[in-house]
């Protein structure tokens, strides 16, 4: 490349980690959000995070027609050709996490009105925390490049899955002892099985970090648990 090309795909990679980072935050903020929605039953809060979801959805697009047109001008090679398709990969993790996240405020709102388990939803929201901090820290590793910090979050996916199997059994408990609990816990499983899959997606941003950094794959086996409700379902 001449320094010119070079400098100015140098941009355009930053221009890339910019959208990114910035769909990174926006879909924390929807977990965060959707959270509070839950436990507080704050109608307004949920409909903010419903409402949120096509702004991620217009950024993944972004950053892919971005991505590509950088493919089809620069052909580039080596670190820059991992970076500009793992952006893709993480924009399209992200955008699942923001699913997840919405699918959280919608449960959000059919659950107002019926918190007879409030024991049963600080459950939900210890398992929704350990999520948010497990993403908080991808994220970081990816503006980093910090192999470490990815590699860190990695090692982390099975205490989601154990939680979210503690919790599933407690909610089960709760719908034995009584059915006039049955509802509102299958709302709260519901919940929890999509934070146990969004973990599932801060887990394969780390991988696509730990790759752009080393040029290596993780191994496809994570350390994760059984989940009971795969099992159940």
Not at 99 to 126: P, Y
Not at 144 to 167: C, H, M, P
Request: charged share 30%.
């Amino acid at each position: 490349m001449s320094d010119h090309i070079s400098k100015t795909f140098d941009q355009e990679l930053d221009q890339l980690r910019r959208l990114v980072a910035e769909m990174g935050g926006l879909s924390e903020r929807m977990l965060a959000d959707a959270t509070i929605a839950l436990v507080r039953e704050d109608t307004k809060r949920a409909q903010s995070v419903i409402a949120t979801d096509p702004k991620l959805d217009e950024l993944q697009r972004k950053i892919e027609d971005n991505a590509v047109l950088m493919l089809m001008r620069r052909q580039p090679v080596a670190n820059d050709l991992r970076e500009v398709m793992a952006s893709i990969r993480i924009a399209h993790d992200l955008e699942r996490i923001g699913d997840l996240a919405k699918n959280i405020a919608k449960r959000s709102l059919k659950v107002q009105g019926h918190m007879q388990l409030g024991r049963a939803m600080t459950g939900v929201e210890a398992l929704s925390r350990l999520a948010q901090g497990q993403l908080k820290d991808v994220l970081d590793a990816y503006a980093q490049s910090n192999d470490k910090g990815a590699l860190d979050v990695w090692g982390r996916d099975g205490q989601i899955d154990a939680l979210e199997n503690s919790l599933f059994r407690e909610l089960l408990t709760y719908m034995m002892e009584d059915p006039r609990n049955i509802t509102f816990c299958t709302h709260l499983l519901f919940c929890a099985k999509n934070i146990e899959r969004l973990g599932d997606h801060t887990t394969n941003i780390a991988e696509t970090v730990h790759f752009v950094v080393t040029g290596r794959a993780l191994p496809a086996d994570r350390p994760k648990g059984d989940s009971p409700s795969d099992a159940a379902a």
